[in-house]
DNA sequence: CAATTTAACTTGTATTAACATGTATTGATA
DNA sequence: TATCAATACATGTTAATACAAGTTAAATTG
């Protein structure tokens, strides 16, 4: 039943995972008892403990002494924020998300865009324009840059289907390990009026994410424009309710303002 | 040296969690092998490696197989986000917070706030008004509501010194348990241009924030205007690098854009 | 001297064993 | 009937032990 080479207890703290995921237990759901499962997988209950453990310590699981364990209610791992992608961002809100290609194309890499990108001065850069639409009606536009290098991977055709994040990711194994993103305000120019059908002067949020892959090399620079009156981005923090004694005074979480000079 | 009635493993995790919060063991540092923290406490190594667990999923140490455990460089417990405080926010960045009261007073709940409050119609809120300055000059500006029955317990003498948060946790042992932040865009209307010396029409970043102490009851409603060219919310997320397989494919970190229809 | 092997030390994995503590049910007792 | 004690079973704590595997440096070898 189970694999050698690979430790047992997180092949059972996988296993366990994948049939929380999957449903099989549910949500509030009692799972059998460490020593049914020692037995289950023929090892000890300590062994048990251990994936348990992780279990535990990722949330997905709460545990209590006389009872027993049992799935934690929360969908999502909590305390772990996702890299999202807009359209994934967009089918969670029950939206049907699209998106038009305004603008593919290579140009000279402007200066201001140097440093994100760690890139020198006189290289192309690819910039993709995109309008994006929920329910048909737009919500935000963007603008992204990236090297050559992973610009050249993309393709109007994918674009249209997918998104440059799963490009990069399914097609080419070319995974995001970090991102930032920065939250400011701007107001509707022009262009970005008539792109989004807001008025001139209209408020903004401004997302600007730099991304990158292994090594610290960026993969791209985006800057999103959302309709204030459709979008907001919320974040909901909360204090770990004292259990056991062991987080005395406590960690909550943390968000960082920067404060530019 | 070690107290009866709490398990050992939570001693000595606390005790190695005081120890490097205190600086005795610094960042990068390494720690004492188990062995010879088993030594030092007469417990086994199991116990050791109990504590040592929890610091590391706690993200406040690492551990190498072969070489040792090490003090994780982040100051603050990465994953863990903290429900901060305007001043607390400022002094990291190295500023000097001051804030200037310009509205102290009880008025009449408008209809948009009875929601977030939990209220009836027709039931008095306290409104304070600050303006938030960086060395002196005006970064933000923002007005809190707060339910009669919390704002009686702040005064115009205590905010000129303290916060809200701090006022409520500190003198009274109302603490804030869960914070609600929505990021969005606005511009800069006659009186809030004035008060933040930014032309009228400027693009203001605005934070709304709904806080709540034990039972889900709401403690305020802020709304907070920042100066784009003085403050930008960033957020670093990371994927954390495959360690043991026990994330495959993985969890990262969570962030919730709110749509609105 | 350089390359390799060995030894010592580190954390990682896993078992067996015992006892503590919390929860719920059952059955005897007042 | 209501209460309490016994019991079974859950997780929690901890020890003692063994071996695996990664790292480093010293010792050995060519």
């Not at 460490?34 to 348990?52: H, Q």
């Not at 699981?61 to 890299?83: E, M």
């Not at 140009?107 to 990108?117: E, N, Q, V």
């Amino acid at each position: 039943m189970l694999k050698k080479g690979i430790p047992r207890h997180s092949q059972i703290s996988q296993w366990l995972r994948s049939q929380i995921e999957d449903g099989v237990f549910e949500a509030e759901e009692k799972l059998p008892s460490e020593n049914d499962l020692a037995k289950k997988f023929d090892v000890s209950r300590v062994t048990i403990r251990r994936a348990l453990q992780s279990l535990e310590s990722e949330e997905i699981i709460y545990r209590c002494q006389g009872l027993g364990s049992f799935v934690s209610d929360k969908r999502t791992p909590h305390n772990l924020v996702r890299l999202t992608d807009f359209n994934e961002d967009m089918a969670k809100a029950g939206l049907n998300a699209s998106s038009e290609v305004h603008e593919f194309k290579i140009i000279d890499a402007p200066s201001w865009l140097l440093p994100p990108l760690q890139l020198d001065e006189g290289t192309k850069v690819m910039q993709v324009d995109r309008l994006r639409m929920a329910d048909g009606s737009p919500v935000a536009f963007d603008s992204t840059w990236l090297p050559i290098l992973y610009g050249q991977l993309l393709s109007l055709e994918k674009l249209k289907s997918s998104t440059i994040y799963k490009i990069l990711e399914e097609e080419y194994d070319i995974s995001v390990i970090r991102g930032t993103y920065r939250f400011t305000a701007d107001i509707a120019d022009k262009s970005l009026a008539s792109e989004l059908k807001v008025d001139e002067g209209s408020p903004l949020l401004m997302i600007e994410r730099s991304t990158y892959t292994i090594g610290n090399k960026p993969v791209y620079f985006q800057r999103r424009y959302y309709r204030t009156d459709k979008v907001t981005y919320e974040m909901t923090l909360e204090r770990p309710q004292e259990d056991n004694g062991d987080y005395p005074e406590l960690p909550m979480k943390e968000f960082i303002p920067v404060f530019n000079r």
